[in-house]
């Protein structure tokens, strides 16, 4: 644990700093002032003020407040600077223990033309560019201008414009190509808990609306987190400002995909400031309505029988297509409060309350072919459930004097997702169309050719029914106290602090098993809507009382563009009200498949830092420090023994495991400016990323000794070394131009393997319940492998094959550059003067060597042998290419903007063993517009916005020998997926 001591010692030894150098630094005064528009007394948000002559300055906050300690004696000049604005020049005179207080009005750039009002596109875009320019980090920012001028309605849509950040299942943020759950998501600078069974926070259903701006940090300071390797998305909720302010907005929404016209999202929000504008009072709510879901189309690939290999390779045909309809309804609503209050010295109270739920109903149809047979299965996966998201947080800022800065923040955080209903079953059919021996099937475009015919409607299969109960609570105490100092041309900070988050995780789930094609056994409840629907309540169900002859009409004929009229789907109506009836005469849950995947988890990690802040002479700035963090754990988990494929079995054993991986995080960032134009950083930052919360588990489940799973709390932490180095030329003209580089080396990279139990102690590190938890007991109570009265009990599970985690031994390696463009024309002629550009480019590379671990035969009756081996590949969920452009323009009371974004080809699955079935995704891209008119109402406007107006599809892939007159290796489709087009109009009004 962080040494309290020792802690208390550094504290004190930087108030000790700061004493000296205000006793040093009598001759010295203080500066506050705000810094806003000419033209309309709004904030400037990262203005540059600096004493003339010195390095002493400071950046202006987001309400263009600033704070100037130890500002030399007497009269003085401030030049205050923010990229297009004119430059401004302001005389102080400084008294000596005193403070001078000035308002610092800048005219906008364009003033030189004659044109004397700045659009809302470009304010947001300059704050963005001057944020990101007075940073003591690489960040990229997006201001709240941009946010609401494009068509974002998450953060996570809004986060994905900005360099090298791309999507991952829909809602999480990928940056640089590091995998959703290696980065972290904060509001306000408070981590969210997970929304997912892994580490990842989705940010789908938190509103873009609610916030003032989004920072994502590229490189961490000392004082923030160590765990996150790809970078931190901070989400910054607004503050009130002066004035009573309103706004309000709602639309319909239109998807052309699933013709669906039942959509809206509504959002409002008021805010005010109170007692001489001290206590200000921010409060919002949104709810939206989404009935959408994607379009899907899956491919199997089987080696083709008695083909001759092309070029050492057997060739492949399609003997099963599965063609998936989604139809997802998402119910979300959301508020948060705002409250902050100003000290009378200069300090703040902030008390920050956010709440975002979601009422999801979802249902995925599966309509799957067996191409060699002409059978047809009817599939259905069902779930409605809820999930929810709470933050509530107090932070302070105190002043002590002029000689230290005290900072601190309590705060909670939680979230869970639970079941309301879950459950999947299928219903067979034959004789719908002509099976075709393997060889016939070499293309999709040969399915979708196919002519179904009635067939024969067959029984019911299996039936499941689960519930997921997850959540998440995370609670959190952090200090940190800053103290300026000034010695010659050294000026800047020393600033250290502490932090301890206490997280408690679980996960239940419940799932009944019924062997529905056995007919019989019903209770009264389900016989009677048996006999309601005209079923026979004592046979087994069947095809023909379930499906659901007018989706074809309604929506099934608009399926994959209308390539393929789907006729698939299940009547939803009849298999809700059945499964909820007959559940209640199904025995008990399923022993095994029930308590499988539960747990208890408590993470608990202690961290310290110190480091210093420094601006050196005119020309360099240096942030260096180190970062403690202790990372401890206490996980419960079940030794898991099934015995029947419907999931009976027992729970052996529950474990309990303990573990702590300390870990020290250096860190030294510089920032050049040889030249006033030019910014130059470089950086070097150690960060960490944990294991996934089941990954860590001391979790053990056998299938009748047959195949295994092993959870692993020995693995160790990601650690990832990051390089980073970063060209900007800046200027009221060209705005915003950014090169940079950067490299991550991983270590301790945590992958799956596959590995023969018996062998399991050959691989250092890995886990396996202990041997005692694998045997009953005797009848005097204790666990033997022998009992007096009974046989040997062998080792479960002594030869099968087990899944577990390891650290591969193997580094990492990230390598890319960005570009990044950002500006506007006010210099050209009209209507030239109203564009504004964002353009932005990130190419990235990765490789590992992959421990690959797996089985071959010498025969087809000869024992297994295991091979352990290397094989070499690129990073989960790493593009190639990421590129986001977006072009708009103002002109009088209307705005318009066009957005393209373009995301490379991704790797989807790595085989272990053969890189011929590793699985790509295919670049995909997208077009986005929005277009608003003011109305002749003040405060009142009309917008009308086009989401994916290109219906691109997504498409994955592997490398194969299509068909027995294959020449050569080509693309073979293995997934396809059309997501919704969207067409949104509304109204807004806001004061």
């Known amino acids: 644990m962080w040494d309290m001591k020792r802690f208390c010692l550094v504290v004190l030894g930087l108030l000790w700093l700061g004493t000296a150098s205000e006793v040093l630094g009598q001759r010295t005064g203080r500066i506050t002032g705000v810094v806003v528009d000419a033209s309309n007394g709004m904030p400037l948000p990262g203005a540059n003020v600096l004493v003339a002559g010195t390095t002493v300055g400071a950046a202006t906050d987001l309400e263009g407040k600033f704070i100037i300690l130890n500002a030399p004696a007497g009269p003085q000049t401030l030049v205050i600077s923010y990229i297009g604005y004119q430059r401004k020049e302001v005389p102080v005179e400084v008294v000596p223990g005193g403070e001078v207080s000035v308002e610092v009005a800048l005219q906008w750039a364009g003033i030189e033309t004659g044109e004397v009002v700045i659009t809302a596109q470009a304010a947001g ?358 103290v300026p100092i000034t010695v010659g041309p050294i000026s800047g900070a020393l600033q250290g602090g502490g932090k301890y988050t206490q997280l408690n995780r679980d996960r239940d789930l419940l799932q009944y098993y019924r062997r529905l094609g056995d007919g019989g056994g019903q209770n009264v409840g389900a016989k009677d809507f048996l006999a309601s629907i005209g079923a026979d309540p004592e046979a087994a169900l069947n095809l023909r009382y379930f499906i659901d002859s007018s989706y074809v009409d309604e929506r099934g004929q608009y399926y994959l563009e209308g390539r393929w009229p789907y006729s698939g789907a299940l009547r939803v109506d009849y298999l809700d009200t059945y499964f909820r009836l007959a559940q209640q005469g199904w025995a008990t849950p399923a022993l095994a498949q029930s308590n499988r995947y539960d747990y208890e988890a408590e993470e608990r990690v202690s961290a310290g830092y110190i480091m210093a802040d420094l601006d050196i002479g005119r020309h360099l700035s240096v942030i260096g420090g180190v970062r403690y963090e202790k990372f401890s754990f206490t996980n419960r988990a079940p030794f898991v023994n099934q015995v029947l494929y419907d999931g009976s079995g027992d729970v052996r054993d529950t474990l309990e495991v303990s573990r702590s991986h300390p870990q020290w995080f250096p860190n030294i960032q510089l920032r050049i400016s040889p030249i006033e134009w030019l910014n130059i950083r470089l950086a070097y930052t150690k960060t960490t990323s944990r294991p996934d919360y089941q990954y860590l588990l001391p979790s053990t489940w056998v299938d009748s000794g047959e195949r295994g799973e092993a959870g692993n709390p020995n693995l160790k932490p990601t650690l990832a070394d990051n390089y980073d180095a970063y060209i900007s030329v800046h200027h009221d003209r060209i705005g915003l131009f950014t090169v940079g580089i950067f490299r991550k080396v991983l270590s301790n990279v945590v992958r799956p393997i596959s590995i023969q139990r018996r062998t399991l102690d050959q691989f250092e590190g890995t886990f396996w319940a202990p041997e005692a938890a694998g045997y009953p007991e005797c009848d005097d109570g204790r666990k033997h492998i022998y009992c007096p009265d009974g046989p040997l009990v062998p080792d479960i599970n002594p030869v099968g094959l087990i899944t577990t985690y390891v650290n591969n031994p193997y580094k990492g390696y990230i390598n890319g550059f960005e570009i990044d463009w950002q500006t506007n024309f006010w210099y050209l002629p009209r209507p030239f003067n109203s564009l504004v550009l964002n353009f932005n480019y990130t190419r990235l590379r990765s490789k590992m060597d992959y421990q690959s671990i797996f089985l071959v035969r010498t025969s087809p009756f000869s024992p297994p042998t295991q091979v352990d081996t290397v094989r070499t590949g690129r990073l989960y969920q790493q593009p190639d290419d990421i590129l986001n452009i ?23 699955n790595l085989d272990q063993r053969d890189p011929a079935n590793d699985a790509f995704t295919r670049a995909i891209y997208g077009w986005d517009f929005s277009l608003r008119q003011r109305l002749p109402i003040k405060g009142l406007s009309l917008f009308f916005n086009g989401i994916n107006i290109t219906h691109a599809g997504s498409f994955d892939y592997r490398r194969l020998v299509v068909g027995p007159n294959a020449t050569g290796v080509s693309e073979a489709i293995t997934r396809m997926a059309y997501y919704p087009r969207r067409f949104q109009l509304g109204i807004r009004y806001g004061m």
């Open 886 to 908: 977006t072009i708009g323009v103002d002109i009088g009371g209307f705005s318009g903007r066009l957005s393209f974004r373009y995301q490379g080809e991704v790797l989807a």
């Open 125 to 482: 875009q300059l704050q963005a560019i001057n944020e990101q320019l007075t940073a003591r980090k690489i960040v990229n920012v997006v201001s709240a201008e941009r946010i609401r001028e494009l068509p974002d309605e998450s953060a996570a849509a809004a986060v994905s414009r900005l360099p090298g950040i791309s999507i991952q299942n829909g809602d999480q943020i990928v940056i640089r190509g590091v995998e959703a759950k290696y980065n972290t998501v904060t509001v306000n600078g408070i981590q969210l808990p997970s929304t997912t069974l892994n580490r990842t926070t989705g940010l789908g259903f938190i509103s873009a609306n609610m916030l003032s701006s989004i920072e994502v940090a590229k490189t961490v300071t000392p004082d923030m987190d160590a765990n996150t390797i790809g970078g931190n998305v901070n989400l910054r909720l607004r503050e009130a400002p002066e004035g009573l302010h309103y706004d309000a907005l709602v639309f319909g929404d239109y998807n052309t995909q699933d013709h669906t016209a039942d959509n809206y999202r509504a959002w409002a929000s008021v805010s005010n400031r109170f007692w001489n504008n001290r206590l200000g009072v921010f409060l919002q709510a949104n709810a939206r309505r989404f009935n959408g879901g994607g379009d899907i189309a899956s491919a199997t690939w089987a080696e083709l029988p008695q083909a001759d290999p092309v070029a050492g390779r057997r060739p492949y045909g399609l003997n099963q297509y599965d063609l998936e309809d989604q139809v997802n309804i998402d119910n979300e609503y959301g508020a948060s409060m705002l409250v902050d209050y100003r000290l009378p010295n200069r300090g703040k109270l902030i008390l920050q309350n956010t709440y975002s739920a979601e009422e999801f109903d979802n249902v995925s149809f599966i309509d799957r072919l067996y191409l060699t047979t002409g059978e047809r299965r009817f599939r259905i996966n069902r779930v409605i459930g809820s999930r929810y998201l709470l933050v509530n947080a107090l932070q302070g800022e105190h002043w002590l004097g002029d000689v230290a800065k005290v900072d601190w923040a309590l705060s909670h955080a939680k979230s869970r997702r639970k079941d309301d209903l879950g459950y999947e079953t299928e219903f067979a059919g034959t004789n719908y169309f002509q099976g075709q021996p393997l060889t016939y099937w070499t293309s999709e475009d040969q399915v979708f050719d196919i002519e179904l015919q009635p067939g024969v409607p067959g029984a019911v299969g299996d039936g499941r029914t689960f519930y997921e109960d997850f959540g998440e609570r995370r609670l959190v105490g952090a200090f940190n106290i800053r």
